[in-house]
Nanobody
Framework: QVQLVESGGGLVQAGGSLRLSCAAS????????MGWFRQAPGKERGFVAA????????YYADSVKGRFTISRDNAKNTVYLQMNSLKPEDTAVYYC?????????????????WGQGTQVTVSS
């Protein structure tokens, strides 16, 4: 059974940092594009960042460029999201997803598997 488990969320002041982790099991991790999405109350799940299987290509939403960094460790079956200079508008539940194929990394509908999410709250 495929499982994606996020961790690392919490409460942080504006300007602070958090690192999210997503541990995968039940799939051949290195074959998947891995992505991070977030969903705030009353809003649609939106794209944050994605990384391909070889970590040679990354893609970021404009709202997080220069602040967030996605990375992966295939030996540990884990993808990370380093979040710096956090803003209150970053507050959301953050989800990791795994995409076996397709080219639209920014589209949540392309992803085959999802984690349960981890809450990130940024106070002002």
């Amino acid at each position: 059974q495929v499982q994606l488990v996020e961790s690392g969320g919490g409460l942080v002041q504006a300007g602070g940092s958090l690192r999210l982790s997503c541990a995968a099991s039940g799939l051949t991790f290195r074959r998947y594009v891995m992505g991070w999405f977030r969903q705030a109350p009353g809003k649609e799940r939106g794209f944050v960042a994605a990384i391909n299987w070889g970590a040679s290509r990354t893609y970021y939403a404009d709202s997080v460029k220069g602040r967030f960094t996605i990375s992966r460790d295939n030996a540990k079956n884990t993808v990370y999201l380093q979040m710096n200079s956090l803003k209150p508008e970053d507050t959301a539940v953050y989800y990791c997803g795994a995409d076996r194929g397709g080219s639209s990394w920014y589209n949540s509908g392309e992803y085959d598997y999802w984690g349960q999410g981890t809450q990130v709250t940024v106070s002002s």
